[in-house]
């Protein structure tokens, strides 16, 4: 996997073989991140990686000047990991091993934008439940945005405070936000692999 953009742009990062992941592709990657180039300034932003896995959004994230970042997965490899990355590159990541429901029930802080990537398998309610709690607890700004990852399979533009979908190949990101004058205008986008 590498780095797309930023400071350590094309920079490769080899994580062990045995984790239990499932990267975002760079395709996806890159295209997530002009949609959100869209929106933010990443210099400084506070964000949450949820399902971080092997840390590639983080360190997307962390490459193009966001400096309080926030990854949480369950697999102590995948934590290990990012630690180890964070500490060679030097970015500001807190790697927290934890189930993430269980992380977002406990915490107190609040985001700029908030990336969930959960395995494909988890069914609907999981989903709809990561979505619902961190709404109900208030982790996203008022200006933030959230992002979780899915496969086709699972339907999230029901949901309340969901902005807008893109789907690229087999994956769909989709947006949610609080709602502003123009929010819910946008309609699906898909771009093929």
Excluded: W
């Excluded at 609907?124 to 899915?150: N, P, R, W, Y």
């Excluded at 309340?160 to 986008?189: A, L």
Aim: glycine fraction near 6%; hydrophobic fraction near 35%.
């Amino acid at each position: 996997m590498r780095i797309i953009s930023g400071k350590f742009k094309g920079r490769r990062i080899n994580p062990p073989k045995n984790l239990p992941v499932r990267p975002t592709t760079d395709m996806s990657k890159e295209a997530l991140f002009n949609v959100l180039n869209n929106f933010f300034n990443f210099s400084g932003l506070k964000v949450l990686d949820l399902f971080a896995g092997t840390g590639n959004i983080s360190f997307e994230f962390a490459s193009r000047g966001s400096d309080n970042i926030t990854s949480v997965d369950q697999d102590f490899g995948c934590v290990k990991f990012i630690k180890q990355v964070a500490s060679e590159y030097d970015f500001n990541i807190a790697a927290i091993k934890s189930e993430v429901i269980s992380f977002i029930l406990k915490s107190n802080s609040t985001y700029d934008i908030i990336f969930a990537d959960p395995p494909y398998g988890l069914d609907q309610a999981t989903f709809e439940k990561i979505v619902a709690s961190i709404f109900e607890k208030s982790l996203l700004d008022e200006a933030g945005m959230m992002v979780i990852e899915h496969s086709k399979y699972t339907k999230l533009d029901h949901m309340e405070n969901f902005s807008f979908k893109k789907t690229y190949g087999g994956s769909i990101f989709s947006f949610f936000e609080f709602e502003s004058e123009d929010s819910g205008d946008e309609e699906d986008e898909s771009e093929e692999e």
